[in-house]
């Protein structure tokens, strides 16, 4: 079992930055796969990267280059430092905890990108 909160979202200028945290609690962070998808109005929700619990990572074509997942293990927290941002970034960004049959979701905490 495991909960998810995000925090960090935020209205940002484009070029900005913010950085997105997924505290997670109940059960052994270390051993997830965490990610982060994000779904914009009318659109269906994509991933935009995933770390794995040795600390692989992999990247939306849309944001490589721009953004950056880590996890720190000590605080139960997963992490996207997004810079450069652009207007297409605007969304809902959910935190993810998964292994190969569980997932969990957080609540999602907005970004939007505007001038």
């Known amino acids: 079992q495991v909960q998810l909160v995000e925090s960090g979202g935020g209205l940002v200028q484009p070029g900005g930055s913010l950085r997105l945290s997924c505290a997670a609690s109940?059960?052994?962070?270390?051993?997830?796969?965490m990610a982060w998808y994000r779904q914009a109005p009318g659109k269906q929700r994509e991933l935009v990267a995933s770390?794995?619990?040795?600390?692989?990572?992999n990247y939306a074509d849309s944001i490589k280059g721009r953004f950056t997942i880590s996890r720190d293990n000590a605080k139960n927290t997963v992490y996207l430092q997004m810079n450069s941002l652009k207007p297409e970034d605007t969304a809902v960004y959910y935190c993810?905890?998964?292994?190969?049959?569980?997932?969990?979701w957080g609540q999602g905490t907005q970004v939007t990108v505007s001038s």
């Open positions: 993810n905890a998964g292994t190969f049959s569980t997932n969990y």
């Open positions: 109940g059960s052994i962070f270390s051993l997830y796969r």
């Open positions: 770390i794995t619990s040795v600390g692989s990572t």
